[in-house]
């Protein structure tokens, strides 16, 4: 018996330490994150109904920590940038890249620049939150690689809703500091008039978009997809590193100012668009096509007046499997400038007229 106290007392010696919680303080949530120990994996935000912080909530320097906002509703004041990190230059930014946040379950986050300011994870986590009315960006992501954004809710965004890009510290370049393989799954845009882009995704590889909604008043895009190295999108997109991007099952319940779709890529990266649904008239282009290997499939209901832009004479675009309106008809006509839904738009120098050589239509339903 005396042994087997023994050996039981000698390997609970040995057993992890649990996980250690705090809740927020109704008062004081910023110098609560500022003076939060180090031991910390978990907290709460169970101490009201209602939390308002004016100024940003800096996430500690920790591996792992869990905000779990218990439904609460938290206001932010006008400046301020939410959950966010402070990063001085990259070379603090590849350091703190084992860090990684889950931050979920808040019934809104209203007001502030931004709710979430993510920089420097890997592995974060963000997941059943509604975001409203902040004024530059409701989730912005820089350097967050492997990010899952899952079932937020975006309202009213002043400008931006989600952005997916790179850091912008100094020495943070387009090659260094990506958000790459970030995925964002069922989630929401409604739109108010000063909204420009719904979802961005600037520089980044292997980005999944999947079963996410625009809607509400008009913006202009609801997907900006770049990787212009110089954020010039008068010319093709340049970036060696971006190599693929897949957005699927995405729905469209508004006009545009400008292009549902904005598409610069570099000319060796696949950007696949599946099944996606504009439910309504589009008087802008659904698709403005600048450069990339672009696979539209899946598409089952197309308009003959919607129409893809190209600004470039010779686009890469393959056609499979969709709607009949989505063809290049029997040419090109109207003095070089359309091939049906294909129309020549704004060209960039030297493309003065439209060709289909690496224009490829399969599979069209009928």
């Known amino acids: 018996m005396l042994r087997n106290i023994a050996a039981t007392l000698s390997c609970a010696c040995f057993l992890p330490a649990s996980a250690t919680e705090y809740v927020v303080p109704v008062r004081g949530v910023a110098d609560f994150f500022a003076s939060l120990p180090k031991d910390a994996t978990y907290v709460s935000f169970s101490a009201a109904a209602v939390y308002k912080c004016d100024s940003d909530i800096v996430l500690p320097d920790v591996q792992f920590l869990v905000i779990d906002g218990k439904g609460c509703k938290l206001v ?40 979430i300011d993510l920089q420097a994870t890997l592995g974060s986590v963000v997941e059943n939150c509604r975001l409203v009315g902040q004024t530059e960006a409701a989730v912005d992501l820089r350097f ?27 020495g943070a370049t387009w090659s260094n500091s990506q958000s790459n393989h970030t995925v ?28 996410c909604i625009s809607e509400g008043g008009p913006c202009d895009h609801d997907l900006f997809l770049s990787a212009t190295t110089d954020g010039n999108e008068d ?26 779709i904005h598409v610069n890529m570099p000319s060796k ?23 990339g290997q672009l696979n539209l499939m899946g598409i089952g209901w197309f308009t003959e007046d919607m129409r893809i832009g190209t600004r470039v004479s010779a686009p890469r675009i393959t056609i499979d499997r969709c709607h009949s309106a989505l063809s290049t008809g029997d040419g090109v006509t109207n003095g070089g400038k359309r091939a049906r839904v294909l129309h020549l738009i704004d060209p960039l120098p030297g493309h003065t007229g439209l060709g289909l050589t690496y224009v490829k239509v399969a599979r069209s339903a009928r």
Not at 250 to 256: D, G, K, R, S, Y
Request: contains cysteine; hydrophobic residues 35%; glycine residues 8%.
């Open 184 to 211: 964002l799954e069922q989630c929401r845009v409604y739109a108010t008039a000063s909204t420009t882009q719904a979802f961005s995704v600037i520089n980044c590889n292997g980005v999944r978009i999947t079963d």
């Open 269 to 291: 990266c696949s950007v696949e668009l599946s099944q996606v649904y504009w439910n309504g008239p589009q008087k802008a282009p659904v698709i403005y096509y600048v450069g």
């Open 144 to 170: 967050a690689l492997m990010t899952a954004v899952r079932n937020v809710i975006v309202t009213n965004p002043g400008k931006r809703g989600f952005v997916v890009r790179t850091g912008d510290w100094p």
């Open 235 to 260: 010319l093709p997109a340049k970036n060696t590193v971006v190599k693929q991007f897949t957005l699927s099952n995405f729905h469209v319940e508004h006009a545009v100012r400008k292009a549902s």
């Open 76 to 115: 932010l004041g006008p400046s301020s940038n939410g959950f966010t990190c402070r990063i001085a230059n990259q070379q603090e930014a590849a350091k703190r890249t084992g860090q990684r946040y889950a931050i979920r379950d808040f019934a809104s986050i209203e007001g502030g620049r931004k709710a």
